[in-house]
């Protein structure tokens, strides 16, 4: 009785981390929204929805635990319709606040990492500007499944053949591979399986079905009826006397052709055939078709950043901590919608709008939509007539600062390589 309860736990947890899958109009997290489980009947009737896709490679999405999400740090945004979390609305979500004690200790760690830059300028001079730049990152994740038809040979020696006499051939969309079946968006996977009752076993082209071939060195280029038997040599240390001369005037029987002065074919032994490499002298091959399978993430990601936060790569952001303000699923997911706020709205079409195209062998699974807003703080210090900047991005404060530092010594001459990456 305990295990089954525990068993009808883990599947109540399983079902819940799949809470928005097949919702049309999904939004962000609510009071309300996140105590409504998805149910079994929904995920199947997203599955049956669409026509591009049986709803028994759907199946998987049910027995699978909520992967990781690329954010799995992250703080999850747990606000209402209009935003406001805590009393703050979603502009202000991301804002941090540091004092100038945590600045220079941070600076001075990020320093103290880099081989030849000096910690003085962030010990000593003077921060003259402290300023917030939040940043919003969006992704769409497509995640999909593509199958193709090739053609696979090798030698038949004998044995079973899955032909058509033992059913017919499954088509390549018909195969069952949930056993095979991923988490959701990992980046990629890829299997191959022969296709069910497709072999079919056939005479060998390079041979005839003989299972032989002329040799390629005593009869280069002739045809199998047309190759010749015991062909000879003359041998390379008796020059085909069958007689070794020596210096002294005498002579000797030829140890390598034993004095007859020529040598049968080393390849075949002047037989004029050898085996074919083909069919490896079974005469036949075996063909079938196996299907090659791929699931991959198609991404779709993009930054919405201040001039202030310009000069900073994409990719930090997409790798820095911060607050996830929407995270949907759905077969395809729809803009997300913000009460309070049009940029959002805006962003988050634009995002759906941009979303990679499918290959036209493979089939959608699941999207995932998410936006978040980062955290990003902009220092400024000077000292007389210098000054350089730096970022402390997301919630895990992590420093970025490219280009000018004030005390650098690496000239080239150490091992550090720093002034490649000026």
């Known amino acids: 009785m305990e295990k089954r309860e525990f068993q009808d736990e883990q599947e109540k947890e399983r079902w819940s981390s799949y809470q928005y899958i097949g919702r049309p109009n999904s939004l962000a997290p609510t009071a309300s929204s996140a105590r409504a489980e998805v149910s079994v009947e929904e995920i199947r009737s997203a599955a049956a929805a669409s026509d591009r896709y049986p709803p028994s490679i759907h199946a998987p999405l049910i027995s699978y635990p909520d992967p990781q999400l690329p954010y799995d740090q992250s703080i999850g945004y747990q606000g209402g319709l209009e935003g406001h979390v805590g009393g703050q609305t979603s502009s202000e979500l991301g804002r941090q606040i540091l004092d100038e004690v945590e600045i220079r200790e941070l600076l001075i760690d990020y320093v ?26 969006g992704t769409l994740e497509t995640f999909i499944e593509e199958r193709e038809t090739i053609k696979e040979t090798e030698p038949y020696l004998g044995g079973k053949v899955d032909g058509k006499d033992d059913g017919p051939e499954l088509g390549i969309w018909e195969l069952d591979l949930r056993s095979e079946f991923p988490l959701l968006f990992v980046p990629q996977k890829e299997i191959r399986v022969p296709v069910p009752h497709s072999e079919v076993v056939e005479k060998c082209s390079a041979c005839g079905g003989r299972g032989e071939v002329p040799c390629n060195t005593c009869n280069k280029g002739e045809e199998h009826g047309f190759y010749k038997e015991n062909q000879m040599f003359q041998c390379s240390a008796c020059h085909g006397r069958g007689l070794i001369a020596h210096r002294d005037g005498s002579d000797t029987i030829c140890v390598k052709c034993k004095g007859k002065g020529k040598l049968p074919c080393g390849v075949c032994g002047s037989r004029g055939l050898i085996k074919c490499a083909t069919c490896q002298g079974g005469g036949a091959l075996v063909t079938r078709n196996a299907a090659l399978i791929r699931w991959k993430t198609l991404s779709t990601r993009k930054v919405s950043a201040t001039s202030g936060a310009a000069s900073v790569p994409d990719e930090v952001f997409h790798q820095a901590k911060g607050v996830q303000l929407c995270n949907t699923q759905a077969y395809q997911c729809a803009p997300a919608f913000f009460a309070d706020s049009f940029f959002l709205n805006n962003f988050s079409s634009e995002i759906i709008a941009d979303r990679c195209a499918v290959p036209p062998t493979a089939r959608v699974v699941c999207e995932r939509h998410i936006i978040s807003v980062v955290p990003v703080t902009r220092i400024t210090m000077a000292h007389r007539n210098q000054s350089f900047s730096f970022y402390i991005i997301g919630f895990g404060r992590e420093v970025y600062l490219k280009g000018h530092y004030p005390s650098r010594f690496c000239w080239g001459l150490c091992p550090c390589l720093d002034w490649l990456r000026l």
């Open 112 to 137: 103290g990492h880099r081989c030849c830059w000096g910690s003085r300028p962030a010990r000593t001079w003077k921060i003259v500007a402290i300023e917030d730049c939040n940043v919003y990152v």
